[in-house]
């Protein structure tokens, strides 16, 4: 059973605009979310994180949301640059427990010129 | 659908003996699968691609002959760490794809400590 889910699989986004990507989870025990990218070839670098007792972190360009209720986050990247086109990675743990860490599928990001 | 199991999770072993950590794919073919290594800063860093039937391609600075890589079938591919130190601790994680235009699919990871 798929504890983090990335039901998007791709994303197309036109250059400057905003682009959402979303997550959601199964797992209410999980305290840490993060998001990481991953261009072809190269293994996945870290983005961004956020903490269960948090509902939002910012950090430049890309800003993370949680809803814990809905068991629901989401990375937004604003404005968007052709740079960011690769895949994103959701991916959560139990940071006081187990540091192992579950992967959703990943969205493949397109930013459109 | 798309599930990669990995095991062991965890695994303490002593100082120079060898630990083979498998990575499976469950309901799909894996033509490709990627082992990677979490350093500190959340970073995954790729070890190596491996391509079933054929020998595995590592990333600069990886040592082939510490890291054994062995895809043999189209669903399962290990890695052995051999004559483990230390500083081998990590925490080491797979993927698999049947098409890397796709998408990926993540092992759950295996937390190795040597001591």
């Known amino acids: 059973d798929q504890q983090v889910k990335q039901n998007s699989p791709s994303l197309s986004v036109q250059e400057g605009r905003i682009s959402i990507l979303n997550c959601d989870y199964t797992?209410?025990?999980?305290?840490?979310f993060l998001w990481y990218k991953k261009y072809p070839a190269e293994g996945p670098t870290f983005l961004i994180s956020?903490?269960?007792?948090?509902d939002k972190n910012e950090d430049g360009r890309f800003t993370v949301f949680l809803n814990k209720s809905a068991k629901h986050l989401s990375l937004h990247i604003v404005p968007s640059q052709p740079g960011d086109s690769a895949v994103y990675f959701c991916?959560?743990?139990?940071?006081?427990?187990?540091?192992?860490?579950?992967f959703g599928k990943g969205t493949r990001l397109h930013i459109l010129p | 659908g798309a599930v990669v199991s990995q095991h062991p999770s965890r695994v303490i072993c002593k100082s120079g003996t060898s630990v083979k950590i498998e990575c499976r794919s469950l309901d799909f073919q894996a033509t490709t699968m990627f082992w990677y290594r979490q350093f500190p800063k959340q970073s995954l860093m790729l070890m190596a691609t491996?391509?079933?039937?054929?020998?595995?391609?590592?990333e600069q600075g990886v040592e082939k002959d510490k890291f054994l890589i062995n895809h043999a079938s189209l669903t399962l591919s290990t890695l052995t760490v051999t004559s483990a130190h230390p500083e081998d601790s990590s925490f080491y994680i797979c993927?698999?794809?049947?098409?890397?235009?796709?998408?990926?699919?993540f092992g759950s990871g295996t937390r190795l400590t040597v001591v």
């Open positions: 993927s698999a794809s049947s098409d890397v235009n796709y998408g990926y699919t």
């Open positions: 991916a959560a743990s139990l940071m006081n427990r187990d540091d192992k860490i579950i």
């Open positions: 956020i903490s269960s007792i948090k």
């Open positions: 491996s391509n079933e039937g054929s020998k595995a391609t590592y």
């Open positions: 797992n209410s025990m999980f305290d840490y």
